[in-house]
């Protein structure tokens, strides 16, 4: 299994980021994907979830502001980010859990002016 994560950056208070997190080694349509983040600090916290069938689920702190999506032609996990905050400044991380939970190595937003 490898999740390799890209698209971070800096971004000024209410701009927008999108995550990608490339995924091999394993058939992604057939394994929910979850994105979760860790600022500097603090434990890893989950931000969102999405089923192999499409559902999908939010951590409140980011409800309405971040979308997670798929795409299994591509084996890609997505994270759309608006209307960032500087709380949001964290590694983001994505995951799957196939047997054991597996990680990638992360990318790193920072919401800052």
């Known amino acids: 299994v490898q999740l390799v994560e890209s698209g971070g950056g800096l971004v000024q208070p209410g701009g927008s980021l999108r995550l990608s997190c490339a995924a091999s080694?394993?058939?992604?349509?057939?394994?929910?994907m979850s994105w979760h983040r860790q600022a500097q600090g603090k434990e890893r916290e989950w931000v969102a979830g999405?089923?192999?069938?499409?559902?999908?689920n939010y951590a409140d702190s980011v409800k309405g502001r971040f979308t997670i999506s798929r795409d299994n032609a591509e084996n890609t996990l997505y994270l759309q980010m608006n209307s960032l905050k500087s709380e949001d400044t964290a590694v983001y991380f994505c995951s799957v859990q196939k047997g054991t939970r597996y990680w990638g190595k992360g990318t790193l937003v920072t919401v800052s002016s």
């Open positions: 080694g394993f058939t992604f349509s057939s394994y929910s």
């Open positions: 999405i089923s192999a069938g499409g559902l999908t």
